[in-house]
């Protein structure tokens, strides 16, 4: 990964919190094509980092279910609200806390894959992916959540 690469990431990651950290609207489409751009993209920078060892697609597994996880929950803490005649979501407290608890758990596993052969390049390369994932998960708990309560959600074609 290099540093462009990193720039790339630690912007999306401030963008996507920072926004979501005011409050917006709730977007069908973008909750649904943001987290599959990233996470294709995510795919794509992974496929560059070279061939995958048994255990580097081992811990891949275990960083996808974990984001998956972290993401479904953190849908749970997402404050939806009413404003201006349609649904708006705002993160609360305890998403900030499950962000930052997510990105101490990422590095761990990092660590721990590297330290069981994983490759690093492998790891650090995975990190946009496993970010889209985790958004992915998050989308598949707030629109249930959002179209079940009878407020308007955008729906942009």
Known sequence: ?????????????ALVIGKRLTGRPVDTRRSVVMPGVLAVYGFFILQKSGT???TDQEW???Q???????????GTSIHLYERE???????RPLTILL??????LRFGLDA?????GAGK???????????GLSLAAESLVVLPRAHASGIPVLARS
């Open 99 to 104: 962000w930052l608890g997510s990105f101490a």
């Open 85 to 91: 005649g349609v649904l708006w979501a705002r993160y």
């Open 112 to 116: 721990a894959a590297v330290s069981a």
């Open 64 to 74: 996808a279910a974990v984001s998956v996880a972290v993401g479904l929950i953190r």
């Open 121 to 131: 390049s492998v790891m650090t390369s995975s990190t946009m992916l496993m970010f």
């Open 60 to 62: 891949l597994g275990i």
């Open 52 to 54: 995958l060892t048994h």
């Open 1 to 13: 990964m290099n540093i462009l690469q990193i720039v790339l990431i630690v912007a999306v990651a």
